[in-house]
């Protein structure tokens, strides 16, 4: 036959290489999980018929974007939050960071009465702390690294998506509020 070869139940798990600042973590932690509620609501909102009809959902730019962020905001609290420096972090931080980067170049093609608005700043920053992210990791500056990681959380998801759900007429107020 064959052997399966498992862990021994209660073996001490090698600890993390390197992890966020207690106040990183609870930042993340508190913010992840409040935009992420926000997030389930909204969409069982839609879902459930309780929100006014969306025709801007038909808008591609903006289907592609409210897709691609809506899995991003609890998956990158999960990778900030979890174990780091092995297999499955890794592979998570880069599923994380494509749909990081499909929310900002989508982004670039919603445009509110036919230019730019303010909050498109945050289109470079994500770009730009995308590449950053990954660089540091290459050249092994895992303390920068972390910090541009949750740089990048919260400034390509975080400010943005408050922004979403608290300015008025914006599409996720829309639906969370009606």
């Known amino acids: 036959m064959f052997a399966l070869a498992l862990p021994a139940p209660f073996t001490a798990r090698k600890p993390s290489t390197f992890d966020i600042g207690p106040v990183s973590r609870a930042l993340v932690t508190i913010v992840g999980t409040v935009m992420t509620l926000l997030c ?11 929100t ?21 905001i609890p998956l990158g609290a999960y990778v900030l939050l979890t174990r780091k420096g092995d297999a499955r972090h ?18 670039i093609f919603i ?8 909050i498109h700043v945050f289109v470079p920053l994500t770009i730009f702390s995308a590449w950053r992210s990954v660089a540091t990791a ?21 400010f943005p998506g408050l922004a979403a759900f608290l300015l008025p007429g ?3 107020n829309v639906i969370l509020f009606g």
């Open 40 to 50: 389930v609501i909204a969409i069982g909102r839609a879902l459930g018929g309780l």
């Open 52 to 72: 006014p009809e969306l025709p801007r959902l038909r808008n591609l730019a903006i289907a592609i974007h409210v897709v691609s962020v809506l899995p991003a």
């Open 90 to 107: 890794k592979q998570l931080g880069k599923i994380w960071l494509a749909l990081m980067l499909l929310t900002a170049f989508s982004a």
């Open 111 to 118: 445009k509110t009465s036919g230019s730019f608005g303010p």
């Open 138 to 158: 290459r050249r092994g500056d895992i303390a920068r690294h972390k910090r541009q990681l949750v740089f990048t959380y919260l400034t390509g998801l975080v």
């Open 170 to 172: 914006r599409l996720m």
